[in-house]
């Protein structure tokens, strides 16, 4: 998996990349920034040149249980250079997870730096990378931790 990772990352640094105003334009996609590894259907909305705010929504159900992750996240551009936008953002999450067969319920807090980017000619996708750090009463229990995340976890939007 790290190799395939590392070999789309590289093919799509081989594209030039463009920053663009998205003011007024909706993205849609995916993430899978919670911590229960649910992966979420995501939303973005640009309010003006330098906010956003985005909200994200998972659920995986079965016979016996129902979890889920929903959430807020409110994006700040820091500064645009020609080719990317860098963020902060900061994510507020509700959470289900499975814990010995029965549902728990959990929450995420996470504050992130970040860059979203786009290829030439391909303007209406968002690829986005984000680090920073996480405090979180999940899967594992009650921790605080740094955290990475690549476009294929941070997300991957596209603009109506």
Not at 126 to 153: A, I, Q
């Amino acid at each position: 998996m790290k190799s395939k990772i590392l070999c789309l990352t590289l093919v799509l640094a081989a594209f030039p990349a463009w920053a663009m105003n998205k003011t007024g334009r909706m993205g849609v996609g995916f993430t899978s920034q919670l911590v229960n590894d649910i992966p979420a259907l995501s939303m973005k909305i640009q309010q003006n040149r330098y906010f956003a705010i985005g909200g994200l929504l998972g659920f995986r159900s079965n016979e016996d249980t129902t979890t889920y992750g929903a959430g807020l996240k409110v994006y700040r551009v820091i500064f645009e250079e020609e080719l990317l936008n860098f963020y902060m953002s900061g994510l507020l999450a509700s959470l289900s997870y499975e814990d010995e067969g029965k549902a728990k319920s959990g929450y995420q807090f996470d504050g992130t730096f970040g860059t979203e980017f786009h290829l030439e000619r391909v303007e209406s996708i968002g690829f986005s990378f984000e680090f920073g750090v996480s405090y979180n009463d999940g899967p594992r229990g009650r921790s605080f931790e740094t955290l990475g995340n690549n476009f294929l976890k941070a997300a991957v939007h596209f603009y109506l």
